[in-house]
Each structure stands twice: as structure tokens, then as C-alpha cells.
């Protein structure tokens, strides 16, 4: 598994989120990496908001949060999938 977080350094809610992403790497152990948004990504990954965070189990998408959510929701979502 692997989460991927789409953030922008000009987004005020990604920067809240970003301490959350880092924590619920280090609760749930699964490889963490930040993209930078792009139009590339919004094409590539089909986002319609940030902060997006994907959860990939070999390279399928198998769940996807958007948006503000804290920890604890976050842990039981990619512990449920």
C-alpha cells in the first residue's frame, strides 16, 4: 500500500492537513509521498479539491479522502481498506 497526498504550498487547508498526513504515516506505517498540485495531477488523478489524499494497494486506487478530516477518521479509513 501507499498513500499519495496532493497539497499546494498556496492552500491553507493543505497546510493543516500536511502534520496530520506526516502522523497518520507514522501510526499506520504506510509509505507517505507529497505531490505538489499541478494540472497534470487534476488530469492524471481526476481531482476535483485539495487536500486529496489517495490510498493505493498495487497501483489501483482503493480509497480517496478530499478534503479537511483529522487523524483518527483518517487511521480507521485506511485501516478499514
Known sequence: MKLICFTASWC???????????????????P????????????DYNLKEIPTMILFRNGKEIVRKEGLSDLQGLVNLVKNN
Open 12 to 30: 491553507k487547508d493543505c497546510m493543516l492537513m500536511k502534520p496530520i498526513f506526516e502522523e497518520l504515516n507514522k501510526v499506520v506505517g504506510v
Open 32 to 43: 507517505l509521498e507529497f505531490l505538489e498540485f499541478s494540472n497534470q495531477y487534476q488530469f
